[in-house]
């Protein structure tokens, strides 16, 4: 079996709200594959499809080999969250595990340990999770996921709350189990989220998918991007980018008199260097340059822009 997830023309409704529209996705075994789309565009219907808290109207899912039926139920070799893992504050990090090992009849004692040092929480192992940071939270659910030794796990805006160290730790966590031949299928909101974890990208908007493929596709599609620059005569830089015309002054970046103003620009990679050369050309010095969000953010929020645009 090479697909972990093979879904075509899946559609989910609630009443009149059309939350899933025929949708295709496909995961492979070993992929860490990205769920991003805008806020109600049906991420959290779709992951809860694969976790089998619900079942799809119509169309064909299949999950680990197995055909999904018409009614709920829960996949075997599936595990994962949606809308924040479930945790007893009162219990502490271990017991919260033991329990819940216990509750899907995992035998728990070398396991809790184990899954607790994957995810890095093995100093704070025996304090209650009601003291618990946002992160370490995320951390202790992945954890819980962890425990059955999944094949497919599916969670929920993981790095949510995590903040640099603890988005390594379980980037590596993640990285590893996908090594070792578990399927990921992760949510978010924001694309630089997911770019640096995977493989695949789908892009859902409104219950539709309008992107699916590997990042860099994506990020390739993008024509211009805000460029921020910190100039040493921004008044200069900015009559240097007026006269060239693929180079887009963007409102709400006029230069102040201080020294080393900053001013904003649109462009594409050929026109930001020809930018750069004029600079240099008319004496004005660049001490700053840098993309305001990322190629792949930026052509995500295009393309959804452009189906809010569309409707
Ligand atoms: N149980 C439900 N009853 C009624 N409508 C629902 C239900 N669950 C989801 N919806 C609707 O389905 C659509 C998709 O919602 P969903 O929660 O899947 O989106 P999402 O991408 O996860 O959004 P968010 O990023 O805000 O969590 C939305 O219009 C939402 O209002």
């Given at each position: 079996?090479?697909?972990?997830?093979?879904?075509?023309?899946?559609t989910?409704?609630?009443?009149?709200?059309?939350?899933?529209?025929?949708i295709?996705?496909?995961?492979?075994?070993?992929?860490?594959?990205?769920?991003?789309?805008?806020?109600?565009?049906?991420?959290?219907?779709?992951?809860?499809?694969l976790?089998?808290?619900?079942?799809?109207?119509?169309?064909?899912?299949?999950?680990?080999?197995?055909?999904?039926?018409?009614?709920?139920?829960?996949?075997?070799?599936?595990?994962?969250?949606?809308?924040?893992?479930?945790?007893?504050?009162?219990?502490?990090?271990?017991?919260?595990?033991?329990?819940?090992?216990?509750?899907?009849?995992?035998?728990?004692?070398?396991?809790?340990?184990?899954?607790?040092h994957?995810?890095?929480?093995?100093?704070v192992?025996?304090?209650?999770?009601?003291?618990?940071s946002?992160?370490?939270?995320?951390?202790?659910?992945?954890?819980?996921?962890?425990?059955?030794?999944?094949?497919?796990l599916?969670?929920?805006?993981?790095?949510?709350?995590?903040?640099p160290?603890?988005?390594?730790?379980?980037?590596?966590?993640?990285?590893?189990?996908?090594?070792?031949?578990?399927?990921?299928?992760?949510?978010?909101?924001?694309?630089?989220?997911?770019?640096?974890?995977?493989?695949e990208?789908?892009?859902?908007?409104?219950?539709?998918v309008?992107?699916?493929?590997?990042?860099?596709?994506?990020?390739?599609?993008?024509?211009?991007?805000?460029?921020?620059?910190?100039?040493?005569?921004?008044?200069a830089?900015?009559?240097?980018?007026?006269?060239?015309?693929?180079?887009?002054?963007?409102?709400?970046?006029?230069?102040?008199?201080?020294?080393?103003?900053?001013?904003?620009?649109?462009?594409?990679?050929?026109?930001?260097?020809?930018?750069?050369?004029?600079l240099?050309?008319?004496?004005?010095a660049?001490?700053?340059?840098?993309?305001?969000?990322?190629?792949?953010?930026?052509?995500?929020?295009a393309?959804?822009?452009?189906?809010?645009h569309?409707?």
């Amino acid at each position: 079996m090479t697909y972990a997830v093979r879904a075509r023309g899946v559609t989910k409704s609630f009443g009149d709200v059309l939350a899933l529209e025929t949708i295709d996705l496909d995961v492979e075994r070993g992929e860490i594959h990205g769920l991003v789309g805008p806020n109600g565009a049906g991420k959290t219907t779709l992951l809860g499809l694969l976790l089998g808290l619900a079942s799809p109207d119509a169309g064909s899912l299949e999950i680990l080999g197995t055909q999904v039926g018409r009614a709920p139920s829960v996949h075997e070799g599936v595990a994962g969250f949606v809308e924040g893992p479930g945790l007893y504050p009162s219990l502490t990090a271990r017991k919260n595990l033991a329990t819940l090992a216990v509750l899907r009849g995992i035998e728990p004692r070398t396991r809790v340990a184990e899954v607790l040092h994957e995810v890095g929480l093995t100093e704070v192992a025996d304090e209650p999770v009601q003291g618990f940071s946002l992160g370490m939270r995320q951390r202790l659910g992945l954890a819980s996921a962890l425990l059955g030794r999944p094949r497919l796990l599916v969670l929920d805006e993981a790095s949510n709350g995590l903040d640099p160290a603890g988005k390594r730790q379980a980037h590596a966590v993640l990285t590893e189990l996908a090594r070792t031949g578990t399927s990921i299928i992760l949510s978010s909101h924001r694309m630089d989220d997911v770019e640096s974890l995977c493989s695949e990208v789908t892009i859902l908007d409104t219950g539709r998918v309008v992107f699916s493929g590997p990042p860099a596709t994506l990020a390739a599609e993008v024509p211009a991007l805000d460029y921020r620059l910190v100039l040493t005569d921004a008044r200069a830089g900015r009559r240097v980018a007026a006269r060239l015309p693929a180079i887009h002054l963007v409102e709400g970046s006029e230069p102040s008199d201080a020294a080393g103003a900053a001013l904003v620009v649109r462009a594409a990679a050929p026109a930001l260097d020809e930018l750069v050369v004029g600079l240099v050309h008319a004496g004005v010095a660049i001490r700053e340059l840098c993309p305001l969000v990322s190629p792949l953010e930026a052509a995500f929020l295009a393309l959804t822009d452009r189906q809010e645009h569309a409707r």
